[in-house]
């Protein structure tokens, strides 16, 4: 699947009626309020682009929360409506076609998924964390295929270690489901020379709760019954922070511990503080979207990092190899071949695509929602 695609920019938008397919699933509050609006900031680019090139006018649309197909409205776009004007001073009202073109975020995406999936600088280090081995198979053997180290943190380290060092994990999480696949997992790490980083030391907690009682536990001593792993020990931090001053490249998706909870942050933001340091020594650094997402908002980091997702799913499914209905609809750039490069000539694209009506995607990567209509179509 090419990331060559044709952009927002490529396209004339003057005094042109455009719909822009956004990404505003937001967090809301018990009481609508929105807590978390970056992905209704992400877009702005794009619809500030698009307005100041002079657009007729603009249609966004959304999906938000799981309606499952009926109106309800408690999944109301008024408040996203609301946090729109508010940002961008402005009123808001609230099939296919020949030209289809990513817009701002969309690219700025491909662009930082390319640079970390096609030809990535090396040493090349995936973190990965999460509860079950089983939800990210395909993520870790694909991932196995393209880089150089791998981090193994969160809940689905238990079932690692318990595997292959018959740990005593307590009341852990434990993935039975995907504990067969570890040892198939570990031999290919083996086989492609990939180093894989596992904790060696844990925060513990009598029980899943922001009030725990707090313990510690090694590999080698265990976690007794009645306790729970909840966050990497200093040791482990320190080990996954000497893999990440390395990297020339890193993909970080999914947090190494119970991050919400304070006494249970330290390990996600010990590695945290070491991706924005190795960052700013010239390092790729793309965050995958999801919880990992929510950790650079809890430690203000988003830009201190090279790019924060905001595909969600979509960005772990592109990490997984997968092809991506939304992304392979786009229409390619000029000269777009089978890799991964985002190079491409827009003002030469421009030139050969006048348009009467463009519809451009910005976020959905999973979604085919982007329209561009010439004047030639029916």
């Known amino acids: 699947m090419s990331f060559k695609k044709l952009s927002v920019k490529d396209l004339d938008v003057k005094d042109k009626r455009v719909i822009i397919r956004v990404d505003f699933n937001v967090p809301q509050d018990q009481d609508g309020k929105i807590t978390n609006n970056q992905r209704i900031v992400a877009a702005l680019d794009t619809i500030n682009y698009v307005l100041d090139k002079g657009a007729k006018s603009v249609v966004l649309m959304s999906h938000l929360g799981r309606p499952e197909g009926h109106v309800n409205m408690k999944f ?30 969309m690219m700025k995406e491909l662009t930082y998924f390319s640079k970390a999936l096609d030809n990535p600088a090396r040493p090349f280090l995936a973190i990965l964390g999460g509860a079950k081995v089983k939800d990210k198979i395909q993520l870790i053997d694909n991932m196995l295929d393209k880089v150089n180290e791998m981090i193994i943190g969160g809940g689905m380290a238990f079932t690692f270690l318990k595997v292959i060092d018959n740990m005593e994990i307590g009341d852990s999480l434990f993935d039975s489901d995907g504990a067969g696949i570890v040892n198939k997992l570990m031999d290919k790490a083996k086989k492609n020379n990939v180093k894989i980083h596992l904790p060696c030391d844990f925060v513990t907690g009598d029980m899943f709760s922001e009030h725990a009682a707090v313990g510690k536990g090694t590999v080698k001593t265990g976690i007794p019954k009645g306790w729970m792993g909840m966050d990497i020990g200093p040791d482990s931090t320190a080990d996954f922070k000497e893999a990440v001053m390395r990297a020339k490249t890193v993909v970080w998706n999914g947090p190494m511990g119970v991050f919400e909870w304070a006494q249970f942050a330290s390990g996600t933001k010990g590695v945290m503080d070491a991706v924005v340091e190795v960052t700013k020594k010239g390092a790729i650094t793309v965050i995958g979207g999801g919880d990992t997402a929510t950790c650079c908002a809890k430690f203000h980091t988003e830009d201190k990092v090279s790019h924060v997702s905001t595909g969600g799913g979509a960005s772990l499914e592109l990490l997984e190899g997968k092809v991506l209905p939304g992304v392979a609809y786009l229409s390619d750039a000029p000269g777009a071949g089978s890799g991964c490069g985002c190079c491409f000539n827009p003002v030469a694209v421009a030139k050969r695509y006048p348009v009467h009506t463009a519809v451009v995607l910005l976020v959905s990567m999973g979604v085919i929602t982007v329209i561009y209509r010439g004047r030639h179509q029916r």
């Open 76 to 105: 109301t776009l008024a408040p996203v409506a609301e946090e729109l004007r508010h940002l961008m001073k402005r009123s808001m009202v609230g099939i296919k076609h020949d030209k289809r073109a990513a817009g701002l975020l």
